[in-house]
């Protein structure tokens, strides 16, 4: 380790200063197409490396007369991989950073080059255009004390909210029926305390909860924040979630529940007990009514129905993952189960989890690139093209060069026409498909993205875990502690360890262990963006 740790300041302090483009002549970003040049190339990451000869590279490599010298990370150690061979002087061309800890560190070692806008709007004018229509703030996502350095990877799914769901035979037990769900936070409570205390499985025994950990999202956003991220406190300050004066009356209400034996005790552990993340145990085993698991595709329906052994049809496309566990396990259909709103809150405020619509991954470019703009154009040209034109991303997407061999259907999107078998070369799709062009992603799963829009439920709003997409300077020293800190005081106050009022010196602690530093630095990145 701290050999590698020496191999890095090594490289740091040989690279030399790469100053400001704050005059940037734009007249030398250009591309020869004429020349032939090689691209270190890890703009995306991926499961398994590309092999040599593979018939798309090749196509790609001819369509922008370049070499690819395409980089292979495993993602399971991608950050630590990727550190350790830049430390032994190793720096792709362009390279993707999964978060904004390591955007911040290789910027700030000079690793990563200044990218002007101006240059990404000459570049790449048709991608610069949809990355703004879609989401207008995503350069924030890669800029650095005012300059911008690299491009942000958009999310379609972060055009949705999580909603919570709710066992619908347990609901109609009590009055709701007909797709009526509770609406506010007063009347989640109502029904909540009818979930614990009268039997609503019919079994007779008093053993089941309303709730567990993954269904106080949307409490918390009922009081204005999600303890684990930022917030805008509605006058343009940042404030993170967990010393939100909001989550004083969250805790209250929680801990209240928790003495009244509403939530689930071993709500400690969590809902997700092993397989997919999404997964909840306890909503599956019917220990409780109430969770907010897993994003709108978890939760899609089986939109053509099971496989008609005689006609063919049907069983193409399946449930969201969380659907197909609760169906295949307990029966937990759409009979039982319902997909309900974020609670809306004394002050009408109301939210779950978002991904938001950019994610907190980089692209950057390696300072050796700073002298040579017209290679910077290349690069650039080869990612406006797979994310603005539409044949181009099917080919990457598809991983198959012959996309006329697709229909088009309405539920499944582009499969392949009955005899044509695409070359057996596995699919790089997240290698090269950089930018993740959202309306380009639509087209290709337009049942589950058609579905997603019909239900307001994933439309009301939500607390994006990228709204601060950078580390600041003070957060690297202290976050760990400060989380431990957030995670065991607000524990204590649920189970009743501790009184409500501990939240009060929680924040006081919070502020002094490095919590106020963190904020001035958050709010100074958040006004110069």
């Known amino acids: 380790m701290k ?8 490289l740091v302090l040989c690279i030399s200063c790469v100053s400001a483009l704050a005059d940037v002549d734009l007249s030398k970003y250009v591309s020869n197409p004429d020349e032939k040049i090689t691209i270190a190339w890890l703009a995306g990451h991926d499961t398994d490396a590309v092999a040599e000869g593979d018939t798309v590279v090749a196509w790609l490599e001819e369509k922008f007369n370049v070499d690819l010298d395409v980089w292979f990370i495993e993602r399971e150690n991608y950050d630590e991989l990727l550190t350790a061979r830049i430390a032994g002087g190793e720096v792709p061309d362009v390279f993707m950073l999964q978060n904004a800890q390591q955007f911040a560190k290789w910027v700030k070692q000079e690793v990563a080059m200044e990218l002007p806008l101006e240059v990404i709007q000459q570049c790449m004018p048709e991608s610069y ?4 229509e879609y989401d207008p703030d995503c350069f924030s996502n890669v800029s650095y004390n005012g300059k911008n350095y690299g491009l942000p990877r958009v999310n379609g799914d972060g055009y949705f909210n999580y909603a919570p769901f709710w066992r619908a035979d347990w609901l109609a037990k009590f009055g709701y029926t007909d797709g009526k769900v509770p609406m506010t936070l007063e009347e989640c409570e109502e029904v909540f305390y009818k979930f614990a205390n009268e039997d609503p499985d019919g079994n007779g025994e008093k053993d089941t909860y309303a709730l567990s950990n993954t269904g106080m999202n949307p409490i918390f956003g009922a009081f204005g924040a999600l303890p684990d991220r930022w917030v805008d406190d509605g006058e343009g300050n940042l404030v993170f979630g967990a010393v939100y004066p909001g989550m ?12 009244d ?22 909503f599956e085993n019917g220990q409780i009514g109430f969770s907010s698991s897993g994003a709108y595709y978890h939760l899609a329906p089986d939109f053509d129905g099971p496989k008609n052994e005689e006609t063919g049809e049907g069983g193409n496309f399946q449930y969201g993952r969380t659907m197909r566990t609760f169906a295949a396990t307990e029966g937990l259909g759409y009979d039982k189960m319902i997909i309900g709103y974020n609670p809306t809150g004394p002050d009408g405020k109301q939210g779950g989890e978002s991904w938001g619509l950019t994610t907190s991954e980089a692209i950057v470019f390696s300072y050796k690139l700073a002298d040579q703009p017209a290679k910077v154009a290349r690069i650039l040209e080869i990612i406006n093209t797979i994310g603005s034109d539409f044949d181009t991303w099917l080919k990457i997407w598809n991983w198959d060069l012959e996309s006329d061999q697709y229909d088009y259907d ?3 999107g582009y499969i392949p026409k009955e005899g044509h078998e ?13 930018l993740q062009n959202p309306y380009f992603a639509m087209k290709v799963k337009p049942a589950q993205w058609n579905w997603g829009k019909t239900l307001p439920q994933f439309r009301t709003g939500g607390y994006s875990n990228t709204l601060l997409p950078i580390t600041t300077a003070s957060q690297p020293a202290h976050w760990e502690d400060m989380e431990k800190l957030r995670l065991g005081t607000y524990v204590q106050i649920i189970t009743g360890e501790k009184p409500v009022d501990a939240f009060d010196d929680f924040v006081k602690q919070w502020n002094e262990m490095g919590g106020a530093k963190i904020t001035e630095e958050a709010n100074e990145w958040y006004h110069s963006r």
């Open 248 to 259: 004083k009356d969250a805790l209250t209400l929680l801990a209240k529940w928790y003495a």
């Open 410 to 412: 309405d539920l499944l």
């Open 422 to 434: 695409r070359a057996d070369e596995g699919s790089h799709t997240n290698m090269f498909n950089t």
């Open 129 to 132: 255009a949809w990355l703004i």
């Open 3 to 10: 050999k590698g740790l020496a191999l890095l300041l090594a």
């Open 261 to 282: 034996k509403l939530i689930d005790p071993e709500f400690i552990t969590g809902e997700n007990q092993g397989g997919y993340w999404a997964l909840s145990v306890p």
